[in-house]
DNA sequence: ACGAAAACTTGCGGTTATGGCAAGGTGCAT
DNA sequence: ATGCACCTTGCCATAACCGCAAGTTTTCGT
Protein backbone atom coordinates (compact mmCIF):
# COMPACT_ATOMS: atom_id res chain seq x y z
CA UNK A 1 0.00 0.00 0.00
CA UNK A 2 1.96 3.15 -1.33
CA UNK A 3 0.36 5.88 0.31
CA UNK A 4 2.02 9.80 -0.20
CA UNK A 5 4.19 9.07 2.35
CA UNK A 6 6.92 7.44 0.20
CA UNK A 7 6.69 10.49 -2.31
CA UNK A 8 7.72 12.72 0.74
CA UNK A 9 10.71 10.05 1.20
CA UNK A 10 11.66 10.33 -2.07
CA UNK A 11 11.35 14.15 -2.83
CA UNK A 12 13.30 15.03 0.52
CA UNK A 13 16.80 14.61 -0.88
CA UNK A 14 15.90 16.92 -3.95
CA UNK A 15 14.06 19.36 -2.14
CA UNK A 16 16.97 20.24 0.34
CA UNK A 17 19.50 20.55 -2.59
CA UNK A 18 17.07 22.91 -4.84
CA UNK A 19 16.71 24.96 -0.87
CA UNK A 20 20.33 25.01 -0.68
CA UNK A 21 20.98 25.90 -4.22
CA UNK A 22 18.66 28.75 -4.27
CA UNK A 23 20.32 30.04 -1.06
CA UNK A 24 23.52 29.66 -2.87
CA UNK A 25 25.39 27.94 -0.14
CA UNK A 26 27.76 25.20 -0.67
CA UNK A 27 28.13 22.13 1.06
CA UNK A 28 31.01 23.05 2.58
CA UNK A 29 29.58 25.86 3.65
CA UNK A 30 26.61 23.23 5.33
CA UNK A 31 29.52 21.07 6.51
CA UNK A 32 31.06 24.02 8.62
CA UNK A 33 27.67 25.67 9.86
CA UNK A 34 26.55 22.12 11.34
CA UNK A 35 29.18 19.90 11.82
CA UNK A 36 28.37 17.09 9.09
CA UNK A 37 30.55 16.19 6.53
CA UNK A 38 30.32 17.04 2.71
CA UNK A 39 30.37 13.63 1.53
CA UNK A 40 27.09 12.95 3.99
CA UNK A 41 25.41 15.98 2.96
CA UNK A 42 25.81 15.10 -0.29
CA UNK A 43 24.45 11.86 0.12
CA UNK A 44 21.46 13.07 2.43
CA UNK A 45 20.69 15.11 -0.62
CA UNK A 46 20.89 12.56 -3.40
CA UNK A 47 18.47 10.13 -1.48
CA UNK A 48 21.82 7.92 -0.29
CA UNK A 49 21.81 8.69 3.01
CA UNK A 50 18.13 8.30 5.69
CA UNK A 51 17.41 11.57 6.73
CA UNK A 52 17.03 11.77 10.28
CA UNK A 53 16.09 14.29 12.86
CA UNK A 54 19.82 14.87 13.68
CA UNK A 55 20.14 16.10 9.95
CA UNK A 56 17.01 17.20 9.22
CA UNK A 57 16.55 19.68 12.46
CA UNK A 58 19.95 21.84 12.02
CA UNK A 59 19.13 22.25 8.06
CA UNK A 60 15.69 23.37 8.87
CA UNK A 61 17.85 25.91 11.46
CA UNK A 62 20.26 27.35 8.78
CA UNK A 63 17.73 27.66 6.25
CA UNK A 64 15.40 28.85 8.80
CA UNK A 65 12.14 27.23 7.29
CA UNK A 66 9.60 24.40 9.03
CA UNK A 67 9.89 21.13 9.05
CA UNK A 68 7.08 20.32 7.14
CA UNK A 69 8.17 22.65 4.27
CA UNK A 70 11.27 20.45 3.88
CA UNK A 71 9.76 17.36 3.51
CA UNK A 72 6.80 19.25 1.17
CA UNK A 73 4.08 17.88 3.29
CA UNK A 74 0.42 19.60 2.71
CA UNK A 75 -1.31 21.31 4.82
CA UNK A 76 -4.89 21.12 3.89
CA UNK A 77 -7.05 18.71 6.06
CA UNK A 78 -10.50 18.65 6.78
CA UNK A 79 -10.71 20.68 9.99
CA UNK A 80 -13.31 18.81 11.54
CA UNK A 81 -12.00 16.20 13.48
CA UNK A 82 -12.78 12.52 13.77
CA UNK A 83 -10.56 10.79 16.45
CA UNK A 84 -11.37 7.32 17.75
CA UNK A 85 -12.98 7.11 21.21
CA UNK A 86 -10.69 6.18 23.85
CA UNK A 87 -12.25 3.60 26.40
CA UNK A 88 -11.03 4.14 29.55
CA UNK A 89 -12.43 3.41 33.90
CA UNK A 90 -15.38 2.38 32.10
CA UNK A 91 -15.88 6.23 30.63
CA UNK A 92 -15.74 7.16 27.16
CA UNK A 93 -13.09 9.65 26.10
CA UNK A 94 -13.05 11.19 22.20
CA UNK A 95 -10.63 13.39 21.51
CA UNK A 96 -11.53 16.40 20.13
CA UNK A 97 -7.83 18.09 19.75
CA UNK A 98 -5.41 16.80 17.19
CA UNK A 99 -2.87 19.00 18.22
CA UNK A 100 0.03 17.35 20.62
CA UNK A 101 1.56 18.88 23.60
CA UNK A 102 -0.18 21.40 25.17
CA UNK A 103 -3.55 21.45 26.05
CA UNK A 104 -5.55 18.37 25.42
CA UNK A 105 -9.48 18.52 24.68
CA UNK A 106 -12.12 15.55 25.10
CA UNK A 107 -15.64 14.93 25.19
CA UNK A 108 -15.85 12.76 28.30
CA UNK A 109 -18.61 10.67 28.43
CA UNK A 110 -19.62 9.12 31.65
CA UNK A 111 -22.15 5.77 31.04
CA UNK A 112 -25.21 5.74 32.76
CA UNK A 113 -25.33 2.85 35.87
CA UNK A 114 -28.31 1.53 37.88
CA UNK A 115 -26.52 2.11 41.66
CA UNK A 116 -23.98 5.05 42.38
CA UNK A 117 -20.41 4.64 41.95
CA UNK A 118 -18.33 5.44 44.71
CA UNK A 119 -15.81 8.29 44.50
CA UNK A 120 -12.27 7.67 44.24
CA UNK A 121 -10.74 10.41 43.83
CA UNK A 122 -7.27 10.44 41.51
CA UNK A 123 -4.25 12.66 41.35
CA UNK A 124 -1.67 13.98 38.74
CA UNK A 125 -0.22 16.75 37.35
CA UNK A 126 -2.18 19.21 35.74
CA UNK A 127 -5.04 21.50 35.36
CA UNK A 128 -8.64 20.55 34.29
CA UNK A 129 -11.27 22.78 32.60
CA UNK A 130 -14.50 21.42 31.86
CA UNK A 131 -18.03 22.06 30.22
CA UNK A 132 -21.07 20.02 31.37
CA UNK A 133 -23.12 19.31 28.23
CA UNK A 134 -26.06 17.18 29.73
CA UNK A 135 -25.97 14.84 32.93
CA UNK A 136 -25.45 16.04 36.09
CA UNK A 137 -22.52 15.89 37.08
CA UNK A 138 -20.60 15.05 40.06
CA UNK A 139 -17.45 16.56 40.80
CA UNK A 140 -15.52 15.99 44.27
CA UNK A 141 -12.58 18.10 44.41
CA UNK A 142 -10.65 17.89 47.75
CA UNK A 143 -13.32 18.29 50.46
CA UNK A 144 -16.03 19.70 47.75
CA UNK A 145 -18.50 17.57 46.92
CA UNK A 146 -20.84 19.78 44.28
CA UNK A 147 -22.82 18.62 41.69
CA UNK A 148 -22.91 20.19 38.02
CA UNK A 149 -25.83 21.04 35.73
CA UNK A 150 -25.33 21.53 31.97
CA UNK A 151 -23.80 24.53 30.73
CA UNK A 152 -21.61 24.65 34.33
CA UNK A 153 -17.90 24.97 34.32
CA UNK A 154 -15.84 24.32 36.21
CA UNK A 155 -11.78 24.66 36.38
CA UNK A 156 -9.52 23.04 39.04
CA UNK A 157 -5.96 21.76 39.67
CA UNK A 158 -5.52 18.00 39.34
CA UNK A 159 -3.07 17.76 42.04
CA UNK A 160 -5.26 17.85 43.94
CA UNK A 161 -7.45 14.37 44.65
CA UNK A 162 -10.27 14.85 42.12
CA UNK A 163 -13.03 12.69 40.92
CA UNK A 164 -15.80 12.96 37.97
CA UNK A 165 -19.09 11.04 37.65
CA UNK A 166 -22.83 10.89 37.25
CA UNK A 167 -24.63 12.72 40.14
CA UNK A 168 -27.77 10.62 39.91
CA UNK A 169 -26.71 7.51 37.95
CA UNK A 170 -27.73 8.99 34.63
CA UNK A 171 -25.08 9.42 31.58
CA UNK A 172 -23.20 12.94 31.85
CA UNK A 173 -21.65 13.98 29.19
CA UNK A 174 -19.08 16.94 29.28
CA UNK A 175 -16.29 18.71 27.44
CA UNK A 176 -12.84 18.42 29.34
CA UNK A 177 -9.67 20.33 28.56
CA UNK A 178 -6.84 19.19 30.36
CA UNK A 179 -3.20 21.30 30.93
CA UNK A 180 -0.73 19.01 31.57
CA UNK A 181 1.85 22.38 32.82
CA UNK A 182 -1.09 24.18 34.72
CA UNK A 183 -0.08 24.63 38.58
CA UNK A 184 -2.64 26.65 39.11
CA UNK A 185 -5.52 26.44 41.57
CA UNK A 186 -8.89 27.20 41.82
CA UNK A 187 -11.88 26.05 41.47
CA UNK A 188 -15.39 27.90 40.06
CA UNK A 189 -18.69 26.65 38.83
CA UNK A 190 -21.44 28.75 37.65
CA UNK A 191 -19.75 30.50 35.19
CA UNK A 192 -22.13 29.75 32.17
CA UNK A 193 -25.30 29.45 33.91
CA UNK A 194 -25.10 31.92 37.48
CA UNK A 195 -28.46 31.74 38.51
CA UNK B 1 27.07 26.53 21.26
CA UNK B 2 23.63 25.46 22.49
CA UNK B 3 20.82 25.62 19.62
CA UNK B 4 16.96 24.29 20.68
CA UNK B 5 17.93 21.52 17.87
CA UNK B 6 19.36 19.30 20.83
CA UNK B 7 16.11 19.88 23.09
CA UNK B 8 14.05 18.73 20.30
CA UNK B 9 15.81 15.87 19.77
CA UNK B 10 15.67 14.77 23.27
CA UNK B 11 12.25 15.53 23.39
CA UNK B 12 10.53 14.03 20.29
CA UNK B 13 10.39 10.48 21.39
CA UNK B 14 8.49 11.67 24.98
CA UNK B 15 6.45 13.91 22.97
CA UNK B 16 5.57 10.87 20.55
CA UNK B 17 4.71 8.96 23.28
CA UNK B 18 2.30 11.37 25.17
CA UNK B 19 0.90 12.32 21.65
CA UNK B 20 0.23 7.91 21.08
CA UNK B 21 -1.47 7.57 24.73
CA UNK B 22 -3.63 10.89 24.25
CA UNK B 23 -5.03 8.86 21.23
CA UNK B 24 -5.38 5.75 23.23
CA UNK B 25 -3.68 3.85 20.75
CA UNK B 26 -0.97 0.65 22.06
CA UNK B 27 2.00 -0.21 20.35
CA UNK B 28 0.81 -2.90 18.77
CA UNK B 29 -1.83 -0.96 17.64
CA UNK B 30 0.88 1.28 15.74
CA UNK B 31 3.03 -1.58 14.72
CA UNK B 32 -0.08 -2.71 13.06
CA UNK B 33 -0.98 0.31 11.18
CA UNK B 34 2.41 1.17 10.08
CA UNK B 35 4.48 -2.02 9.74
CA UNK B 36 7.09 -1.45 12.33
CA UNK B 37 7.82 -3.88 15.14
CA UNK B 38 6.53 -2.59 18.47
CA UNK B 39 10.62 -3.13 20.28
CA UNK B 40 11.30 -0.22 17.18
CA UNK B 41 8.97 1.87 18.14
CA UNK B 42 9.16 1.27 21.90
CA UNK B 43 12.98 1.92 21.00
CA UNK B 44 12.08 5.09 19.43
CA UNK B 45 9.49 6.57 21.87
CA UNK B 46 12.27 5.91 24.76
CA UNK B 47 15.12 7.71 22.56
CA UNK B 48 17.03 4.64 22.13
CA UNK B 49 16.66 4.79 18.17
CA UNK B 50 16.98 7.74 15.67
CA UNK B 51 14.21 9.98 14.81
CA UNK B 52 14.45 9.06 10.75
CA UNK B 53 11.76 10.14 8.40
CA UNK B 54 10.57 6.35 7.42
CA UNK B 55 9.61 6.45 10.83
CA UNK B 56 8.06 9.87 11.91
CA UNK B 57 6.45 10.60 8.40
CA UNK B 58 3.72 7.21 9.16
CA UNK B 59 3.36 8.43 12.38
CA UNK B 60 2.49 12.21 11.25
CA UNK B 61 0.43 10.70 9.01
CA UNK B 62 -1.37 8.35 11.51
CA UNK B 63 -1.62 11.27 14.42
CA UNK B 64 -2.96 13.35 11.47
CA UNK B 65 -0.24 15.94 13.14
CA UNK B 66 2.28 17.84 11.20
CA UNK B 67 5.52 16.82 11.60
CA UNK B 68 6.86 20.28 13.26
CA UNK B 69 3.90 19.66 15.72
CA UNK B 70 5.77 16.08 16.32
CA UNK B 71 8.99 17.18 17.23
CA UNK B 72 7.52 20.89 19.06
CA UNK B 73 9.55 23.45 19.88
CA UNK B 74 8.52 24.70 23.48
CA UNK B 75 5.35 26.36 23.40
CA UNK B 76 5.54 30.17 24.44
CA UNK B 77 2.45 31.44 25.17
CA UNK B 78 2.14 35.02 25.88
CA UNK B 79 -0.82 35.60 28.21
CA UNK B 80 -3.60 38.43 27.41
CA UNK B 81 -6.64 37.90 28.86
CA UNK B 82 -9.72 39.97 28.33
CA UNK B 83 -12.14 39.28 31.33
CA UNK B 84 -14.63 41.37 30.05
CA UNK B 85 -17.15 39.73 27.46
CA UNK B 86 -16.21 41.06 24.57
CA UNK B 87 -18.63 42.25 21.41
CA UNK B 88 -17.12 41.58 17.65
CA UNK B 89 -18.92 41.32 14.80
CA UNK B 90 -22.06 41.15 16.00
CA UNK B 91 -20.96 38.38 18.34
CA UNK B 92 -20.86 38.08 21.68
CA UNK B 93 -17.53 36.28 23.16
CA UNK B 94 -18.06 35.05 26.63
CA UNK B 95 -14.99 34.42 28.70
CA UNK B 96 -15.40 30.68 30.09
CA UNK B 97 -11.80 30.95 31.58
CA UNK B 98 -10.04 33.09 33.66
CA UNK B 99 -6.84 31.05 33.75
CA UNK B 100 -3.65 33.03 32.33
CA UNK B 101 -1.20 30.99 29.79
CA UNK B 102 -2.16 30.01 26.32
CA UNK B 103 -5.50 28.69 25.49
CA UNK B 104 -8.51 31.24 25.51
CA UNK B 105 -12.21 29.66 25.85
CA UNK B 106 -14.94 31.34 25.04
CA UNK B 107 -18.56 30.95 24.40
CA UNK B 108 -19.14 32.44 21.39
CA UNK B 109 -23.28 33.37 20.57
CA UNK B 110 -23.84 34.22 17.10
CA UNK B 111 -27.45 35.99 16.81
CA UNK B 112 -30.27 35.52 14.90
CA UNK B 113 -30.06 36.93 11.75
CA UNK B 114 -33.45 37.64 9.21
CA UNK B 115 -31.01 38.28 6.04
CA UNK B 116 -28.10 35.77 6.29
CA UNK B 117 -24.64 37.24 6.14
CA UNK B 118 -21.88 37.98 3.56
CA UNK B 119 -18.99 35.66 4.35
CA UNK B 120 -15.43 37.93 5.19
CA UNK B 121 -13.00 35.53 5.53
CA UNK B 122 -10.77 37.20 8.22
CA UNK B 123 -6.88 36.27 8.51
CA UNK B 124 -4.98 36.73 11.95
CA UNK B 125 -2.30 34.74 13.96
CA UNK B 126 -3.34 31.61 16.18
CA UNK B 127 -4.89 28.21 16.09
CA UNK B 128 -8.60 27.79 16.82
CA UNK B 129 -10.47 25.45 18.00
CA UNK B 130 -14.63 25.01 18.45
CA UNK B 131 -17.45 22.97 19.51
CA UNK B 132 -21.19 23.76 18.30
CA UNK B 133 -23.21 24.04 21.30
CA UNK B 134 -26.43 24.50 18.86
CA UNK B 135 -27.69 25.80 16.16
CA UNK B 136 -26.38 25.12 12.48
CA UNK B 137 -22.76 26.85 12.15
CA UNK B 138 -21.24 28.25 8.78
CA UNK B 139 -17.61 27.31 8.40
CA UNK B 140 -15.49 29.06 5.76
CA UNK B 141 -12.05 28.07 5.41
CA UNK B 142 -10.00 28.50 2.24
CA UNK B 143 -12.01 27.14 -0.69
CA UNK B 144 -13.92 24.95 2.35
CA UNK B 145 -17.75 25.49 3.21
CA UNK B 146 -19.01 23.90 6.15
CA UNK B 147 -22.18 23.16 8.08
CA UNK B 148 -21.75 22.28 11.34
CA UNK B 149 -23.85 20.92 13.74
CA UNK B 150 -24.52 20.68 17.11
CA UNK B 151 -21.85 18.24 18.70
CA UNK B 152 -19.50 18.71 15.93
CA UNK B 153 -15.89 20.06 16.11
CA UNK B 154 -13.32 21.90 14.32
CA UNK B 155 -9.84 23.07 14.88
CA UNK B 156 -7.73 25.12 11.79
CA UNK B 157 -5.05 27.33 11.91
CA UNK B 158 -6.32 31.04 11.62
CA UNK B 159 -3.43 32.17 9.57
CA UNK B 160 -5.72 30.80 6.81
CA UNK B 161 -8.80 33.12 5.75
CA UNK B 162 -11.60 31.73 7.58
CA UNK B 163 -15.14 33.16 8.34
CA UNK B 164 -17.59 31.94 10.95
CA UNK B 165 -21.79 32.77 11.10
CA UNK B 166 -24.97 31.30 11.06
CA UNK B 167 -26.12 28.84 8.15
CA UNK B 168 -29.30 29.23 8.38
CA UNK B 169 -30.01 32.44 9.96
CA UNK B 170 -30.56 31.33 13.56
CA UNK B 171 -28.57 31.70 16.36
CA UNK B 172 -25.71 29.40 16.88
CA UNK B 173 -23.44 28.80 19.95
CA UNK B 174 -20.28 27.60 20.51
CA UNK B 175 -17.33 27.24 22.40
CA UNK B 176 -13.87 28.51 20.73
CA UNK B 177 -10.84 27.77 21.77
CA UNK B 178 -8.20 30.05 20.89
CA UNK B 179 -4.44 29.48 20.78
CA UNK B 180 -2.06 32.43 19.93
CA UNK B 181 0.44 29.80 19.27
CA UNK B 182 3.67 30.83 19.99
CA UNK B 183 2.66 34.39 18.76
CA UNK B 184 1.14 37.02 21.17
CA UNK B 185 -2.39 37.23 21.58
CA UNK B 186 -4.22 39.10 18.57
CA UNK B 187 -7.07 39.98 20.49
CA UNK B 188 -8.53 43.40 20.59
CA UNK B 189 -11.69 44.65 21.82
CA UNK B 190 -13.88 47.65 19.73
CA UNK B 191 -11.79 46.93 16.54
CA UNK B 192 -15.27 45.86 14.88
CA UNK B 193 -14.27 48.31 12.24
CA UNK B 194 -15.65 46.61 8.33
CA UNK B 195 -18.00 44.09 7.53
C1' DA C 1 -6.18 -5.71 47.46
C1' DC C 2 -5.41 -9.34 44.08
C1' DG C 3 -4.45 -11.65 40.00
C1' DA C 4 -4.66 -12.12 35.17
C1' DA C 5 -4.28 -9.82 30.95
C1' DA C 6 -2.59 -6.10 28.37
C1' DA C 7 1.08 -3.10 27.52
C1' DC C 8 5.56 -2.22 27.33
C1' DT C 9 10.75 -3.09 27.65
C1' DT C 10 15.02 -5.29 26.63
C1' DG C 11 18.85 -8.89 25.56
C1' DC C 12 20.29 -10.92 21.54
C1' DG C 13 22.56 -11.24 17.07
C1' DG C 14 22.72 -11.34 12.08
C1' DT C 15 22.30 -7.69 8.96
C1' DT C 16 22.53 -3.17 7.18
C1' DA C 17 23.53 1.74 7.42
C1' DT C 18 26.72 5.33 8.70
C1' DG C 19 29.93 8.87 7.64
C1' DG C 20 34.77 10.81 7.48
C1' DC C 21 38.62 10.57 4.44
C1' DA C 22 40.66 11.07 0.30
C1' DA C 23 40.66 10.16 -4.47
C1' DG C 24 38.08 10.96 -8.47
C1' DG C 25 34.62 13.37 -11.47
C1' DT C 26 32.27 17.67 -13.44
C1' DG C 27 31.76 21.99 -15.21
C1' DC C 28 32.73 26.70 -15.82
C1' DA C 29 35.48 30.73 -16.59
C1' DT C 30 39.50 32.13 -18.43
C1' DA D 1 43.00 23.52 -22.55
C1' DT D 2 43.85 24.34 -17.66
C1' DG D 3 42.88 25.65 -13.02
C1' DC D 4 39.68 26.03 -9.53
C1' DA D 5 35.57 25.39 -6.99
C1' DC D 6 32.17 22.21 -6.32
C1' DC D 7 30.41 17.93 -5.86
C1' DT D 8 30.46 12.64 -5.88
C1' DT D 9 31.89 8.10 -4.57
C1' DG D 10 34.86 3.78 -3.08
C1' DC D 11 36.43 2.32 1.04
C1' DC D 12 35.54 0.06 5.55
C1' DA D 13 35.81 0.16 10.63
C1' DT D 14 32.30 1.31 13.54
C1' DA D 15 27.76 1.99 14.99
C1' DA D 16 22.94 1.56 14.36
C1' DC D 17 19.10 -1.24 13.06
C1' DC D 18 15.27 -4.09 14.05
C1' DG D 19 12.49 -8.30 14.56
C1' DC D 20 11.99 -12.04 17.74
C1' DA D 21 10.92 -13.76 21.98
C1' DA D 22 11.42 -13.61 26.80
C1' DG D 23 11.00 -10.69 30.73
C1' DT D 24 8.93 -6.77 33.38
C1' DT D 25 5.62 -3.35 34.52
C1' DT D 26 1.09 -1.38 34.40
C1' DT D 27 -3.77 -1.61 34.11
C1' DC D 28 -8.26 -2.73 35.50
C1' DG D 29 -12.10 -5.64 36.67
C1' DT D 30 -13.39 -8.26 40.42
Known amino acids: ?39 TLSRLESGQRRATLELLLPLARTYDVPLDDLVG ?3 TGDPRIHLKPIRRFGMVFVPLSRRPGGTQAFKMIIPARPE ?8 HEGFEWLYVLN ?3 RLVTGERDLTLQPGEVAEFDTSLPHWLGSADGGSVELLILFDPQGVRAHLRTGTASET
Chains 1, 2 share one sequence.
Open 135 to 137: GRL
Open 116 to 123: PLEPTPQT
Open 1 to 39: MHHGTEDELDTVGPRLRALRRARGITLADLSATIGVSES
Open 73 to 75: APR
